[in-house]
């Protein structure tokens, strides 16, 4: 059973507007999230991450929001650029003060940034 | 530092024979990871080891799957024997410690078993 969702196997948007991907998880005990940036054939790189004490964390056109009582994150890119093309995963571990015990990933969500 | 270096990127070999999957993991990390990812599962964790021990391997699918790290610079997955099933994309991955926010990923072996 998955523990961490990506309901969305891809999202296409234009190129200037915000991108929203959504990550939905069952585990209470989560206590860390991240998201991670996938290109073809490399592997998965490390975008920005939220502890669970906070319900929102920015860098730069990065924004993740969390909300616990909801068990839902989600992750907004604005202004998007076509290099933001790519498939995002969500992440949650267990270890509060980051992945040291593993990550229990979504299976994905392909943006397609449209010029 | 180079990152986490994974040989070979593309691995074909017949059912039945064993593949071995290697991964040196970023210098002064004390986990490594073992990730597999597929169409149907997205990317699980197989393995990971802490200073070189192994510290949960409830991820690995059956008996034929095994993971060595003899030191903190290397780090082996093996499969024997290897079966269609096995083809996926195997990341390794590295995380400096506690505290960390961050692990960082190899570029995956791409493994088709035919």
């Known amino acids: 059973d998955q523990q961490v969702k990506q309901n969305s196997p891809s999202l296409s948007v234009q190129e200037g507007r915000i991108s929203i991907l959504n990550c939905d998880y069952t585990?209470?005990?989560?206590?860390?999230f991240l998201w991670y940036k996938k290109y073809p054939a490399e592997g998965p790189t490390f975008l920005i991450s939220i502890s669970s004490i906070k319900d929102k964390n920015e860098d730069g056109r990065f924004t993740v929001f969390l909300n616990k009582s909801a068990k839902h994150l989600s992750l907004h890119i604005v202004p998007s650029q076509p290099g933001d093309s790519a498939v995002y995963f969500c992440?949650?571990?267990?270890?509060?003060?980051?992945?040291?015990?593993?990550?229990?990933f979504g299976k994905g969500t392909h943006l397609i940034i449209q010029p | 530092d180079a990152g986490v270096i994974q040989s070979p990127r593309h691995e074909v070999t017949e059912m039945g024979q064993e593949v071995t999957l290697r991964c040196k993991p970023i210098?002064?990390?004390?986990?490594l990871f073992w990730y597999r990812q597929t169409m149907m599962r997205g990317l699980e964790l197989l393995i990971y080891?802490?200073?070189?021990?192994?510290?949960?391997d409830s991820g690995m699918p059956e008996d034929r799957f095994s993971a060595k790290m003899p030191n903190a610079s290397f780090s082996t997955l093996k499969i024997q024997p290897s079966e269609p099933r096995d083809s996926a994309v195997y990341f390794c991955?590295?995380?400096?410690?506690?505290?960390?926010?961050?692990?960082?990923f190899g570029q995956g072996t791409r493994l088709t078993v035919v």
């Open positions: 992440a949650a571990s267990l270890d509060s003060g980051g992945g040291a015990d593993g990550l229990t």
């Open positions: 585990n209470s005990m989560f206590d860390y």
């Open positions: 080891f802490n200073n070189n021990v192994p510290i949960d």
């Open positions: 991955a590295s995380l400096q410690g506690t505290g960390s926010t961050e692990a960082f």
């Open positions: 210098s002064g990390h004390d986990y």
